[in-house]
């Protein structure tokens, strides 16, 4: 056997070893893809401690106090939360979109941003949202969080409130109020991008979602989400301020007509011009008061 052949027929070997071992699980999209994981904790560092120049000479006297001259590592008790980054669709044109999956409790809340491209402050907030509760893990016992960071890939590339299609993403909703037209889309859930929340809401059913916007510098609600706004302005500087169910609007749909909690968090128009530490500093708690109720934050 020439050793081209050798080296494919060990290929197929391994190949077959893996799938019947289960190492190797086919996807079929467009179902939920994982692209990442991150680990659920970090391994402490050692150093290695310097050895003097006198030393050197004596290799025999050394070699018993190695083991000695090296800082024994201290057990870690820096633990971070397992999360998952996973693609859930794609944009119009072709742009991926993902979520952030901390946690695998029962009370589950669904937290998005930037689903009108041009209102993307909220994009690095609750990516820095993430990133508190990996390091939190007792505030994660029985608990899920679902992030969407950037809900409309396509407007946010260009600054636009629409899609790339010209409809926009928060008036594409299956409500009972919705209007069939050029701007809301000819018809509910034409639109790839609310699919993609509408199947995150289906496959998660969360307690509570918070969707991040811009510019109205107020809290406002939909559905039975008084108690839960009231709480969250109670970790912020913004008033609760009703705006009503907007017609098609993932307020209306999930609010109103499936019942969920729903908070609109309308950040400041200039907050798109702040750091991520300063949003968070803003905003971080209120969105902690989300994840937590109707406990409070510590």
Not at 23 to 35: G, H, I, M
Request: aromatic letters at 6%; one cysteine or more; charged letters at 20%.
């Amino acid at each position: 056997m020439s050793k081209k052949n050798s080296v494919v027929l060990h290929i197929c070997i391994i190949s077959i070893i893996f799938v019947l071992t289960g190492c190797y699980e086919p996807v079929a999209f467009p179902k939920l893809v994982t692209s990442s994981s991150i680990p659920s904790r970090t391994l402490p560092s050692r150093t290695l401690t310097s050895i003097p120049l006198s030393s050197r000479t004596q290799p025999s006297r050394i070699a018993p106090s190695i083991s000695s001259l090296q800082p024994k590592p201290k057990p870690s008790t820096f633990f971070l939360v397992p999360g998952q980054y996973r693609i859930v669709g794609t944009s119009v044109r072709r742009l991926p979109i993902l979520s952030f999956v901390l946690g695998r409790g029962q009370d589950v809340t669904f937290i998005l941003a930037t689903i009108h491209g041009n209102e993307s402050a909220g994009t690095p907030l609750v990516r820095q949202l993430g990133k508190y509760l990996q390091k939190q893990p007792h505030l994660m016992e029985g608990r899920r969080v679902v992030i969407l960071a950037v809900a409309n890939p396509d407007g946010m590339a260009h600054r636009s409130r629409l899609n790339a299609n010209g409809v926009d993403i928060n008036r594409n909703f299956p409500s009972s109020n919705r209007v069939n037209n050029r701007q809301s889309g000819a018809t509910p859930l034409s639109e790839p991008e609310a699919r993609v929340i509408k199947q995150l809401i289906d496959q998660y059913s969360p307690d509570r979602i918070v969707s991040i916007h811009q510019p109205f510098s107020c809290i406002d609600y939909d559905g039975p989400g008084t108690t839960l706004a009231v709480r969250m302005t109670q970790y912020c500087d913004l008033p609760i301020k009703k705006l009503g169910p907007r017609p098609g609007s993932l307020g209306s749909y999930a609010g109103v007509d499936l019942g969920i909690p729903i908070i609109t968090l309308e950040m400041r128009q200039n907050d798109s011009k702040l750091s991520s530490n300063i949003l968070w500093e803003r905003y971080g708690k209120a969105l902690l008061a989300a994840v937590l109720y109707p406990e409070r934050v510590p």
